[in-house]
Nanobody
């Protein structure tokens, strides 16, 4: 019964910043990769950024130079620092984690999503 919970979303003006946080809890043996995805209004969910257990990162082209993904000291946490936000960044942002359960199964989990709204 692993749960991921996002926080930090909200409403900001264009050019502003937000920092999203995600924490995983439950019967987790170890977390492998974590990432952030987003779903724009009327669009399919898309990858924003991912980070591996050894801190290798990958970003979608549309956020390079503006967003930074990082792992917390507690390795069940992940952050997304979003700078220079644009109205087209408005979306629901979802946290994702790939992990090994305490009984040694590979699984993934999703958070419930947090709304980010950027005004022009």
């Amino acid at each position: 019964q692993v749960q991921l919970k996002e926080s930090g979303g909200g409403l900001v003006q264009a050019g502003g910043s937000l920092r999203l946080s995600c924490a995983a809890s439950g019967s987790i043996g170890s977390i492998n990769d974590m990432g952030w995805y987003r779903q724009l209004p009327g669009k399919q969910r898309e990858l924003v950024a991912t980070i591996t257990r050894y801190d290798s990162t990958r970003y979608a082209d549309f956020v390079k130079g503006r967003f930074t993904i990082s792992r917390g000291n507690a390795r069940n946490t992940v952050y997304l620092q979003m700078n220079s936000l644009k109205p087209e960044d408005t979306a629901v942002y979802y946290c994702n984690a790939g992990f090994t359960t305490t009984d040694f199964y590979l699984k993934d989990a999703w958070g419930q999503g947090t709304q980010v709204t950027v005004t022009s």
